[in-house]
Antibody
Framework: EVQLVQSGAEVKKPGESLKISCKGS????????IGWVRQMPGKGLEWMGI????????RYSPSFQGQVTISADKSITTAYLQWSSLKASDTAMYFC??????????WGQGTLVTVSS | DIQMTQSPSSLSASVGDRVSITCRAS??????LAWYQQKPGKVPKLLIY???TLQSGVPSRFSGSGSGTDFTLTISSLQPEDVATYYC?????????FGPGTKVDIK
C-alpha cells in the first residue's frame, strides 16, 4: 500500500524554527515528486512547493518562495518542510502529497502546526 | 500566473439531484486538471485527473469533463455521503494551483 506518514502535531512560539516530516512507503520514493499543501483554519487548499527526491530538484509556489524550505532524504524515504522563524500566520494544517501521473495521491494524514505566544 | 476559479462557491441540493460544479482557468491548461473531495475534518481525496479520468475506487456517479479553460465536475445523483468541499487543481508546468473550493450540502 502506498502511504505517506507525517510527523505529529506541533505547538511553537513565534520566532522559533520547525521541521516537519513525511515518510513514504509502498512505492519507489525517488520516482515521484513529493509536495506540500497548506490549509489554514476554515480555508482552502494552497500548494506550497514540490521536490523530486532523486535529485532534490525543488519548485516553490511564488506565495511560499523564501518563506519555507522543502528538502528530502532519499536514503530514509522522507521529505521535510521547515521554517526558520515561525509566525502566528503559519498556524495551519500541512499535508504532504505524492504527485503521480495526474493529481496528488495519496495524501499524508496532515500535521497541525500551531504558533502562539 | 494562471488563476483558477470555481462556481458556485456553495450549493445545496436534494438527495438524488444532479449537481454540477464549474472550474475555470485564466489560461488554457489542456486537460491538466484534477478534482478533489474533502469531507469535513478529513484529508482531501483525489476524485478525477486528466479532467475526466476517474481515480480507482471512486463511485461512477462522479464524472469530469472539459479542456482548455472550462471544466465541470458532475455528481449524477447526489448522496448524503457526498457532503464535502470540492476543489479543482491545475497541474501543468510544474505548478499545482487549487481553485477556491465549492461547498456541497444536502437540502
Amino acid at each position: 500500500e502506498v502511504q505517506l506518514v507525517q510527523s505529529g502535531a506541533e505547538v511553537k512560539k513565534p520566532g522559533e524554527s520547525l521541521k516537519i516530516s513525511c515518510k513514504g512507503s509502498g512505492y519507489s520514493f525517488t520516482t515521484n515528486w513529493i509536495g506540500w499543501v497548506r490549509q489554514m483554519p476554515g480555508k482552502g487548499l494552497e500548494w506550497m512547493g514540490i521536490i523530486y527526491p532523486a535529485d532534490s530538484d525543488t519548485r516553490y509556489s511564488p506565495s511560499f518562495q523564501g518563506q519555507v524550505t522543502i528538502s528530502a532524504d532519499k536514503s530514509i524515504t522522507t521529505a521535510y518542510l521547515q521554517w526558520s522563524s515561525l509566525k502566528a500566520s503559519d498556524t495551519a494544517m500541512y499535508f504532504c502529497v505524492r504527485q503521480g501521473g495526474g493529481g496528488f495521491d495519496p495524501w499524508g494524514q496532515g500535521t497541525l502546526v500551531t504558533v502562539s505566544s | 500566473d494562471i488563476q483558477m476559479t470555481q462556481s458556485p462557491s456553495s450549493l445545496s441540493a436534494s438527495v438524488g439531484d444532479r449537481v454540477s460544479i464549474t472550474c475555470r482557468a485564466s489560461q488554457g491548461i489542456s486537460t491538466y486538471l484534477a478534482w478533489y473531495q474533502q469531507k469535513p475534518g478529513k484529508v482531501p481525496k483525489l476524485l478525477i485527473y486528466a479532467a475526466s479520468t476517474l481515480q480507482s475506487g471512486v463511485p461512477s456517479r462522479f464524472s469530469g469533463s472539459g479542456s482548455g479553460t472550462d471544466f465541470t465536475l458532475t455528481i449524477s445523483s447526489l448522496q448524503p455521503e457526498d457532503v464535502a468541499t470540492y476543489y479543482c487543481q491545475r497541474y501543468n508546468s510544474a505548478t499545482f494551483t487549487f481553485g477556491p473550493g465549492t461547498k456541497v450540502d444536502i437540502k
